[in-house]
């Protein structure tokens, strides 16, 4: 069973940058689609971006697209979020997680997501 582990949230200023990453264990990424989530105090979570089990194709919501870039390194094991231009109402904690399925050529279906980080919280200051 895949594991997953966040890192790199932290403070920042809005207008700044952060790098998050998710790293797997107890199985590789391979064939997975892979995604970030968000989630604020009382609200449901929100899916801010996938990315293919081949890495050929990314999706975003369109409230990150253009700033937030995600990507992935199979020989390592570990998933990435770059995040530009970041604006206080980004501030939230943000999971990483997998989908069961190989081989599923939908990204976008968070119903498939079975496999979840413990979150890392990213906090964006005015």
């Known amino acids: 069973q895949v594991q997953l582990v966040e890192s790199g949230g932290g403070l920042v200023q809005a207008g700044g940058s952060l790098r998050l990453s998710c790293a797997a264990s107890?199985?590789?990424?391979?064939?997975?689609?892979l995604g970030w989530f968000r989630q604020t105090p009382g609200k449901e979570r929100d899916f801010v971006t996938a990315?293919?089990?081949?890495?050929?194709?990314?999706y975003y919501a369109d409230s990150v697209k253009g700033r937030f870039t995600i990507s992935r390194d199979n020989a390592k094991n570990t998933m990435y979020l770059q995040m530009n231009s970041l604006k206080p109402e980004d501030t939230a904690v943000y999971y990483c997680?997998?989908?069961?399925?190989?081989?599923?050529?939908?990204?976008?279906?968070?119903?498939?997501?079975?496999?979840w980080g413990q979150g890392t919280q990213v906090t964006v200051s005015s």
């Open positions: 997680a997998a989908q069961a399925r190989r081989y599923y050529n939908n990204a976008r279906d968070v119903d498939e997501y079975k496999y």
């Open positions: 107890g199985g590789a990424f391979w064939g997975h689609a």
């Open positions: 990315i293919a089990w081949s890495g050929s194709s990314t």
